[in-house]
C-alpha cells in the first residue's frame, strides 16, 4: 500500500491518537469509509484533519469537515492554520455557517429557516438586497467584491471575521465565502450543507465541487440521524396556518382566505377526538388530501400558495402562506421510512400540529457517505459502531473504538442503584430518595457537580426536595432560554469551581453536550435514563427498525439514551489533569444496562459517600 506524508499540526502525537491517524489513512488509501469511536481528549479534529488535508492536497481533493458546534469551527480553522504555518503550505479554507447566520439584512434573525430561504431569494431575484448586488453581477463578482476575497485568501479566517470583513463594503459574506470555498482545499461547514439535497446541489454549483473528490468528516456525528431526520420533516400547526389567514386578509389575496379557512377546519376535525384523552393519532396520506380536494384541486392549491409567498417576499421577509405550500408537498411524498401524525400540543396555545415525519435517515445519507472519495464519522459516544453504519445506510467502512487517553486514577465511575426513574415507580416517595441520594454526593464533592436529569419535570419534582438538603449554591437551566442567558449560567457558575456549587440540567438540553468546563466539574451525576417519551414517533420508530434491522427497540429507544447519559457523563473529564467522579443513579444501569459500560470501569456500590470521600482525599 502507498504512503504518504502527514502533515500534523503538534510536536507530539499520544498513542492512540497516532492509531487514529494510522485508520484514517488506511480508510483514505483504500477509498473506505470510517466510523471512529473516540473519546474526548483525544484530539480527534487534529488527528482527523491532518492525514485528510495531507491526502487532499496530494490527490487534489477538497476536504469538507461538518460541525454543528461554532466552538468546534473554530478550533477546526486553527488546527489547519497551524498545519499552513507549520510547514510553510499553501492553501485556502473557507469556514461557513447557515446563510441566514450569515446575513447582514437586520431583522432576518428572527425568521425561521425555511422562511429566511425563500425570502433571501425573492429579494435576490428582484434586485433589492444591496448586500448581493454589491457582491456580484451576474456570475461574476464585482470588483470590490474580487478584491476583498483576494484579501481575505492571504489568512485563514474564522466565519465571524468574513462576516466583519464584508461589514462596511456591504457585500454578502455568503456570496464571498462560497467564491472562497470554491478555491479552497478544506471547507467547515454545518451538516445540512451536504445532508440537505437542495442546499448541497446550489453550494457545490457555486463551490465548483463534486462529493466523488470529497473527503467528509462528520463532527459530534452520534448527532447525525436525528438531524437528518429533523431536516426531513415538515409540519404545519393551528397556529401556523391562522397566521397564514392574516397574511393572507392582509395582502387581500381574497381567493386563498377560503381554501386557509377550510384547511384549518380540516386540521381540527382530523384532531377532534385528541381533546377527549388521546395525545395524538397516525393519519394516513388519503386521508388528509382527499379532505384537500374536497375544496379544490390539492395541486392547484399548493401552486396558488407558493405564488402568493412569492408575492408576499417582494415586500417582506417571511410567509406563513409559503409555509403550508410547503407542507402540502411534503405531505405528498413517501410512505416507506415516515410517519404523518396529527398531535394536540400546547405552543404558546393548545393547538393541532400535523406533520410528516422522517424515521430513516439513510433516505438521505446513503447516497450522501457511499458516494464521496471516504466518509469518517466520529465522535465520543458513536457506540455501538453497528447502530450508525445501518442508521446512515453505509454499504462498507471500517468500524473503530480508541481507549480514553485520560489516566485512570483521575476518574470513577459508580453505579448507585438505589433508585429509579422508571415510570411505573415515579412518586413523592421516589423524588424523595434520589433528592436525598443527590444532596449527598453533592455535599460529598470538594467543588462543582452538575445532575443530569431525564426531563425538566423530573428536574423540578426532585429539586423541590433537594433544594434544602444541599449546602451548596444551586444552579438550575431554565427551559428555552437565550443563548446570552445559557452563557451568563454557566460564567457564573464555573466561578464557584473552588467552593463549590450545583448545576441542575436536562440530560437532553443546552448542557447535556457541547459544553466544555475543564477544570471546573469535580462531579457529575446522571440521574435515571434520558429514554424517549414512548410517544407515537417513538413507537413507529421501533417498528421500523425493527422491521428493518431486527433491532427496533435497542435503536430505537435503548441506545439513544444511553448515549445520552453518555454525553452528560463525558462533561466532567475533559483534560488529563481533571479528576472527577461520575455516577449513574438508577438500578437499571445495574441490570438491564449493565452491558453498555465497558467491564472493570465502573464499580456498584451503596456505598457512594464513602467510595467519594476516598477517591478525593487519595494523593496524585
Given amino acids: 500500500m502507498e504512503d504518504f506524508k502527514i502533515y500534523f499540526p503538534h510536536e507530539k502525537i499520544r498513542d492512540e491518537q497516532n492509531r487514529l491517524i494510522e485508520k484514517v489513512k488506511t480508510a483514505l488509501l483504500t477509498k473506505n469509509n470510517l466510523i471512529a469511536h473516540a473519546p474526548t481528549g483525544l484530539g480527534k479534529t487534529a488527528a482527523v484533519l491532518a492525514p485528510a488535508i495531507s491526502y487532499a492536497l496530494e490527490k ?16 477546526a480553522v486553527n488546527t489547519l492554520k497551524k498545519i499552513k504555518e507549520m510547514y510553510g503550505l499553501k492553501f485556502h479554507v473557507a469556514d461557513i ?11 432576518v434573525e428572527l425568521l425561521s429557516s425555511s422562511d429566511f430561504s425563500e425570502y433571501c431569494r425573492a429579494v435576490r431575484e428582484k434586485d433589492k438586497c444591496n448586500f448581493y448586488t454589491n457582491t456580484r453581477k451576474g456570475n461574476k ?21 468574513i462576516i466583519e470583513a464584508c461589514k462596511n463594503p456591504e457585500l454578502c459574506p455568503y456570496e464571498i465565502v462560497t467564491a ?84 384549518q377546519d380540516i386540521l381540527n376535525n382530523l384532531g377532534e377526538e385528541l381533546k377527549k384523552g388521546l395525545n395524538e393519532r397516525i393519519v394516513e396520506k388519503e386521508e388528509f388530501v382527499d379532505a384537500v380536494n374536497k375544496i379544490k384541486n390539492y395541486d392547484d392549491i399548493m401552486q396558488q400558495f407558493f405564488l402568493l409567498a412569492d408575492i408576499v417576499h417582494a415586500s417582506a421577509r417571511q410567509s406563513y402562506i409559503g409555509s403550508v405550500a410547503k407542507f402540502l ?39 450522501v457517505v457511499n458516494n464521496t472519495y471516504s466518509t469518517i464519522l466520529m465522535s465520543a459516544t458513536l457506540n455501538p459502531t453497528d447502530m450508525y453504519k445501518d442508521l446512515l445506510g453505509f454499504d462498507k ?43 449527598e454526593i453533592a455535599n460529598a464533592i470538594p467543588g462543582n457537580t452538575a445532575f443530569y436529569f431525564p426531563s425538566y419535570d423530573m428536574m423540578s419534582k426532585v429539586s423541590y426536595y433537594f433544594t434544602p438538603q444541599c449546602n451548596k449554591t444551586i444552579f438550575t437551566e431554565i427551559q428555552r432560554a437565550s443563548k446570552q442567558e445559557r452563557e451568563d449560567l454557566l460564567k457564573k457558575f464555573s466561578s464557584y469551581k473552588d467552593s463549590g456549587a450545583v448545576l441542575l ?21 446522571v440521574v435515571g435514563l434520558p429514554l424517549q417519551q414512548p410517544d407515537l414517533e417513538t413507537k413507529k420508530l421501533i417498528e421500523y427498525y425493527q422491521e428493518q434491522f431486527g433491532r427496533g427497540w435497542d435503536y430505537g429507544y435503548i441506545f439513544p439514551a444511553i448515549n445520552k447519559a453518555l454525553q452528560a457523563a463525558g462533561r466532567c473529564i475533559r483534560s488529563e489533569f481533571d479528576r472527577g467522579v461520575i455516577v449513574y443513579l438508577d438500578e437499571r444501569y445495574a441490570t438491564n444496562y449493565r452491558g453498555c459500560f465497558i467491564e472493570g470501569d465502573y464499580e456498584i456500590t451503596e456505598d457512594y459517600v464513602g467510595k467519594i470521600k476516598e477517591f478525593f482525599n487519595q494523593v496524585n
Fill in 60 to 75: 487534489n481533493l477538497t476536504v469538507i469537515f461538518l460541525t454543528s458546534r461554532h466552538t468546534q469551527h473554530m478550533i
Fill in 97 to 107: 455557517i447557515g446563510k441566514k447566520g450569515m446575513c447582514l439584512q437586520p431583522g
Fill in 141 to 161: 463578482l464585482t470588483p470590490m467584491a474580487a478584491k476583498v476575497l483576494e484579501d481575505m485568501k492571504s489568512s485563514t479566517l474564522h466565519t465571524q471575521e
Fill in 180 to 263: 472562497l470555498a470554491a478555491e479552497s482545499k478544506a471547507i467547515i461547514a454545518d451538516y445540512y450543507y451536504i445532508f440537505n439535497n437542495d442546499i448541497r446541489n446550489s453550494f457545490f454549483k457555486k463551490a465548483d465541487k463534486e462529493l466523488g473528490s470529497c473527503i467528509l468528516i462528520v463532527d459530534e456525528a452520534h448527532n447525525l440521524p436525528n438531524r437528518i431526520k429533523t431536516l426531513m420533516t415538515e409540519r404545519i400547526s393551528g397556529i401556523s396556518i391562522k397566521k397564514a389567514i392574516i397574511e393572507a386578509k392582509k395582502n387581500s389575496f381574497d381567493d386563498a382566505i377560503p381554501t386557509l379557512v377550510a384547511i
Fill in 329 to 367: 408537498a411534503a405531505w405528498k411524498g413517501p410512505d416507506e421510512g415516515f410517519a404523518r401524525i396529527i398531535s394536540y400540543k400546547y405552543i404558546r396555545e393548545m393547538t393541532f400540529v400535523l406533520s410528516y415525519r422522517c424515521l430513516d435517515p439513510s433516505l438521505v445519507a446513503h447516497d
Fill in 397 to 439: 467502512t471500517m468500524q473503530e473504538e480508541f481507549e480514553n487517553p485520560f489516566p485512570q486514577k483521575n476518574r470513577m465511575n459508580l453505579i448507585v442503584p438505589l433508585a429509579t426513574t422508571k415510570f411505573q415507580q415515579r412518586n413523592e416517595k421516589e423524588f424523595a430518595k434520589i433528592a436525598l441520594i443527590c444532596a
Fill in 505 to 525: 440540567a436536562v440530560a437532553s438540553g443546552s448542557y447535556g453536550e457541547g459544553i466544555d468546563l475543564p477544570g471546573v466539574l469535580k462531579g457529575v451525576v
